[in-house]
């Protein structure tokens, strides 16, 4: 009887119709897919926060209006449409309906994560509406997509897969994303190779990125042939290139055969020889950098760049590696450089430099040679030279190296001055905060009073600037450097400044780390510790296992890492095994799979190698990190990921290589502090750690160099800003 009731009232049901959108009936089969668009109007309309009948997307109350026009009584509309079209069968009905759904759902979820301009509502529902008509009387939509983004379109053109101006119209939102992402784009542009938009985005990535266009010229690939038969000039001048054995080397220089002033065979015969080809991109970088200095944009300056920090850290660590050679062995490879070719291979070697292959006592050091093989030695001369190709990073080079008041000393003080105005000008107007994190970092390097107040006062000077602007971002950045700087120079020791910084900028303790922090669901304090497979790896290796005697720790080994925990406290430490390359970057791959394959997430990780294994670490940095030993590697882009992945973390780091006499201690003392269940304190551990070096001639200097968290300006300016702009 129950199901005889049941049934009846679902066919009376479906005979009557229900009542929605106004007057015109709804059949319950229809009935959910309008629900489901009420649904996503309201949560457009309480996005603000507010159960109002306003979508608030603008401080401009007709923006609002116009877009809760759109979501709403647009929609309104076109829901009442379909519904009274009687040419419209069902299916049809449900599709134009989801489509509908899609839209506000698409939009919905991207206006919440600031993927798309909240006011393009109106344009979205307007183009909705006129492609439905198009597509009921059979015309193309393909129209109506044009005056959209990207992310409006996207979704937007999905629901009308068998029109006729389908194809057009996914080419032309391909196009639109293409354009906007043509660092990632050429290994999705073979399932467009017969849209007509093909070839302009293959241009456009030759311009920006022609090191791409290279690779798949080369290819035996469909999209080699697309490429080749691209008559833009530039894409057949790589394609020329593509066909020489040193094409790689050559592709830097298309500027210059452009332009005319080189040829392919010319650069063919230089580039097996190493210094010649060095010479080469030096002289030919110092053009580039003219061409952009005078506001064109030089199409090879990202390739040469690359190429040439490839080669300068070849020079480099050939020097690192004799460290302990006399002089003229040690510094043989570079005995024929000029000034200029001794910037750049400064410049372009931060993150790998010794501070002995920088600067020492027998003048020998790249900057001293630099300096002494300047005719006159003065260092704006120099900058001149170079057309002061980026000149803030050899700025902040010499003040992390202590040689900032010698290479400022070497010019005319007014010249000085306004080298330093410009150092700190314009930090709004990069894409990243590299510049700015340079400056901070300066700012905790430099140690004249004169020279600090002179920053100051400049930094000052340019937060007046962009607040009469109305730069925000300009505003935050000057905002926290000025902050930043006034906070460093106050009086109070280490402890009260750090607390006053994280009291200003609103951060956690910068210089603590409590105990409870670093421990895991399960009580335990879990660290990683990353070997490289090359000799220093090796020799890392050995030297830290003896730090731990089977009286206090058990020590378990297998194929591709050891497991060392202690036995008084709870204390884990997971090192993955130095096996010769490539099988060390297996040995970490399987120890990160084992951890994550066991729930452990460890909040300390540990950097054992040389700067160029870097990125394998960090691409396995767990956000758990509370505490990051780089040891060496500090540049900002580092800094950078770090908090992007973890940003509380707090950062230890060198200002040049690490090395194993420094990089123990500061481990072993980290280690006994957390053993005992202990807060981590920055100030008391650094200055227990100066006292114990300050005996120690060898490596008192090398210690100077490592950054505690408590004085790292630029973590502490990232995690700022990042806090200022959330």
Same mark, same amino acid.
């Given at each position: 009887?129950?199901?005889?009731?049941?049934?009846?009232?679902?066919?009376?049901?479906?005979?009557?119709?229900?009542?929605?959108?106004?007057?015109?009936?709804?059949?319950?089969?229809?009935?959910?897919?309008?629900?489901?668009?009420? /649904?996503?109007?309201?949560?457009?309309?309480?996005?603000?926060?507010?159960?109002?009948?306003?979508?608030?997307?603008?401080?401009?109350?007709?923006?609002?209006?116009?877009?809760?026009?759109?979501?709403?009584?647009?929609?309104?509309?076109?829901?009442?449409?379909?519904?009274?079209?009687?040419?419209?069968?069902?299916?049809?009905?449900?599709?134009?309906?989801?489509?509908?759904?899609?839209?506000?759902?698409?939009?919905?979820?991207?206006?919440?994560?600031?993927?798309?301009?909240?006011?393009?509502?109106?344009?979205?529902?307007?183009?909705?509406?006129?492609?439905?008509?198009?597509?009921?009387?059979?015309?193309?939509?393909?129209?109506?997509?044009?005056?959209?983004?990207?992310?409006?379109?996207?979704?937007?053109?999905?629901?009308? /897969?068998?029109?006729?101006?389908?194809?057009?119209?996914?080419?032309?939102?391909?196009?639109?994303?293409?354009?906007?992402?043509?660092?990632?784009?050429?290994?999705?542009?073979?399932?467009?190779?017969?849209?007509?938009?093909?070839?302009?985005?293959?241009?456009?990535?030759?311009?920006?990125?022609?090191?791409?266009?290279?690779?798949?010229?080369?290819?035996?690939? =469909?999209?080699? %042939?697309?490429?080749?038969?691209?008559?833009?000039?530039?894409?057949?001048?790589?394609?020329?290139?593509?066909?020489?054995?040193?094409?790689?080397?050559?592709?830097?220089?298309?500027?210059?055969?452009?332009?005319?002033?080189?040829?392919?065979? +010319?650069?063919?015969?230089?580039?097996?020889?190493?210094?010649?080809?060095?010479?080469?991109?030096?002289?030919?970088?110092?053009?580039? =950098?003219?061409?952009?200095?005078?506001?064109?944009?030089?199409?090879?300056?990202?390739?040469?760049?690359?190429?040439?920090?490839?080669?300068?850290?070849?020079?480099?660590?050939?020097?690192?590696?004799?460290?302990?050679?006399?002089?003229?062995?040690?510094?043989?490879?570079?005995?024929?450089?000029?000034?200029?070719?001794?910037?750049?291979?400064?410049?372009?070697?931060?993150?790998?430099?010794?501070?002995?292959?920088?600067?020492?006592?027998?003048?020998?050091?790249?900057?001293?040679?630099?300096?002494?093989?300047?005719?006159?030695?003065?260092?704006?001369?120099?900058?001149?030279?170079?057309?002061?190709?980026?000149?803030?990073?050899?700025?902040?080079?010499?003040?992390?190296?202590?040689?900032?008041?010698?290479?400022?000393?070497?010019?005319?003080?007014?010249?000085?001055?306004?080298?330093?105005?410009?150092?700190?000008?314009?930090?709004?107007?990069?894409?990243?905060l590299e510049d700015a994190v340079d400056v901070a970092n300066s700012f905790g390097s430099i140690r004249d009073p004169k020279l600090l107040d002179f920053l100051r006062q400049e930094v000052r000077k340019n937060l007046a600037y962009v607040k009469k602007q109305s730069d925000k971002r300009g505003t935050v950045?000057?905002?926290?450097?000025?902050?930043?700087?006034?906070?460093?120079?106050?009086?109070? %020791?280490?402890?009260?400044?750090?607390?006053?910084?994280?009291?200003?900028?609103?951060?956690?303790?910068? %210089?603590?780390?409590?105990?409870?922090?670093?421990?895991?669901?399960?009580?335990?304090?879990?660290?990683?510790?990353?070997?490289?497979?090359?000799?220093?790896?090796?020799?890392?290796?050995?030297?830290?296992?003896?730090?731990?005697?089977?009286?206090?720790?058990?020590?378990?080994?297998?194929?591709?890492?050891?497991?060392?925990?202690?036995?008084?406290?709870?204390?884990?430490?997971?090192?993955?095994?130095?096996?010769?390359?490539?099988?060390?970057?297996?040995?970490?791959?399987?120890?990160?799979?084992?951890?994550?394959?066991?729930?452990?997430?460890?909040?300390?990780?540990?950097?054992?190698?040389?700067?160029?294994?870097?990125?394998?670490?960090?691409?396995?940095?767990?956000?758990?990190?509370?505490?990051?030993?780089?040891?060496?590697?500090?540049?900002?882009?580092?800094?950078?990921?770090?908090?992007?992945?973890?940003?509380?973390?707090?950062?230890?780091?060198?200002?040049?290589?690490?090395?194993?006499?420094?990089?123990?201690?500061?481990?072993?003392?980290?280690?006994?502090?957390?053993?005992?269940?202990?807060?981590?304190?920055?100030?008391?551990?650094?200055?227990?750690?100066?006292? +114990?070096?300050?005996?120690?001639?060898?490596?008192?200097?090398?210690?100077?160099?490592?950054v505690p968290p408590h004085k790292n300006l630029g973590a502490i300016f990232i995690k700022a800003y990042k806090q200022v702009m959330k």
């Amino acid at each position: 009887m129950r199901r005889f009731i049941t049934i009846w009232l679902l066919a009376v049901m479906a005979a009557n119709m229900v009542q929605a959108q106004g007057s015109h009936p709804i059949p319950i089969t229809r009935q959910g897919f309008h629900d489901n668009i009420d /649904k996503e109007q309201s949560a457009a309309l309480r996005f603000d926060g507010k159960a109002d009948d306003l979508v608030k997307v603008s401080d401009d109350q007709t923006i609002n209006l116009q877009v809760t026009n759109a979501l709403i009584k647009q929609v309104d509309e076109m829901q009442r449409e379909i519904e009274a079209n009687d040419s419209l069968d069902h299916r049809l009905k449900v599709k134009y309906l989801s489509g509908i759904y899609v839209v506000l759902k698409d939009y919905n979820f991207k206006r919440s994560r600031h993927n798309i301009e909240p006011e393009e509502a109106v344009p979205m529902i307007q183009a909705y509406q006129n492609m439905m008509h198009a597509d009921i009387k059979g015309q193309s939509i393909a129209p109506f997509v044009k005056n959209l983004s990207y992310e409006a379109a996207e979704k937007l053109i999905e629901n009308f /897969k068998d029109n006729p101006g389908y194809k057009e119209a996914k080419g032309t939102v391909f196009s639109k994303f293409a354009f906007n992402n043509l660092e990632n784009i050429m290994p999705k542009l073979s399932e467009y190779s017969d849209f007509p938009g093909t070839d302009s985005i293959i241009a456009a990535v030759a311009r920006k990125y022609p090191n791409q266009i290279l690779t798949y010229a080369t290819s035996y690939t =469909q999209m080699a %042939n697309i490429i080749k038969r691209n008559q833009d000039p530039i894409v057949q001048t790589i394609v020329r290139i593509g066909q020489s054995p040193q094409s790689t080397k050559i592709l830097p220089f298309i500027d210059e055969l452009l332009n005319g002033t080189t040829t392919v065979d +010319k650069l063919e015969s230089i580039a097996d020889n190493d210094y010649q080809y060095y010479k080469q991109m030096v002289k030919s970088t110092i053009a580039l =950098q003219k061409m952009k200095n005078e506001g064109q944009q030089p199409f090879g300056l990202k390739a040469m760049m690359e190429n040439m920090q490839a080669k300068s850290l070849l020079y480099i660590r050939t020097v690192n590696d004799l460290h302990e050679e006399p002089a003229n062995v040690r510094f043989a490879i570079v005995r024929n450089f000029t000034p200029e070719e001794l910037y750049y291979l400064i410049i372009n070697g931060q993150e790998e430099l010794y501070t002995s292959s920088y600067t020492n006592h027998n003048n020998a050091g790249l900057y001293d040679q630099m300096m002494l093989r300047m005719k006159p030695p003065r260092g704006d001369s120099l900058l001149m030279m170079v057309n002061f190709d980026r000149f803030k990073k050899f700025i902040a080079m010499a003040a992390g190296f202590n040689t900032l008041d010698n290479f400022l000393k070497s010019m005319a003080p007014e010249n000085s001055n306004y080298l330093m105005q410009k150092y700190v000008q314009n930090l709004e107007k990069t894409d990243d905060l590299e510049d700015a994190v340079d400056v901070a970092n300066s700012f905790g390097s430099i140690r004249d009073p004169k020279l600090l107040d002179f920053l100051r006062q400049e930094v000052r000077k340019n937060l007046a600037y962009v607040k009469k602007q109305s730069d925000k971002r300009g505003t935050v950045i000057y905002q926290l450097l000025s902050s930043l700087f006034e906070t460093e120079v106050e009086g109070g %020791n280490d402890s009260s400044k750090a607390t006053d910084m994280s009291a200003r900028f609103s951060l956690p303790p910068i %210089n603590h780390v409590s105990y409870s922090d670093l421990l895991s669901d399960s009580g335990h304090v879990y660290q990683q510790v990353f070997f490289y497979g090359d000799k220093d790896g090796q020799e890392s290796f050995s030297s830290f296992m003896t730090n731990f005697p089977s009286s206090e720790w058990r020590v378990s080994k297998n194929k591709y890492w050891v497991t060392i925990s202690a036995l008084k406290g709870k204390t884990t430490i997971f090192a993955n095994l130095p096996i010769d390359e490539p099988g060390d970057k297996e040995a970490i791959g399987k120890l990160s799979d084992y951890l994550d394959e066991h729930d452990i997430h460890p909040s300390v990780f540990i950097h054992r190698g040389h700067s160029y294994h870097i990125n394998t670490t960090l691409d396995n940095l767990q956000s758990s990190a509370k505490i990051v030993v780089l040891g060496s590697c500090g540049g900002y882009h580092n800094l950078a990921t770090v908090l992007e992945k973890s940003p509380d973390a707090h950062i230890i780091s060198s200002k040049q290589v690490g090395t194993r006499f420094v990089n123990e201690p500061i481990i072993h003392s980290l280690e006994d502090q957390i053993r005992a269940g202990k807060n981590v304190d920055w100030v008391v551990m650094w200055a227990q750690l100066a006292r +114990k070096f300050a005996g120690d001639a060898r490596n008192r200097e090398l210690f100077s160099d490592y950054v505690p968290p408590h004085k790292n300006l630029g973590a502490i300016f990232i995690k700022a800003y990042k806090q200022v702009m959330k």
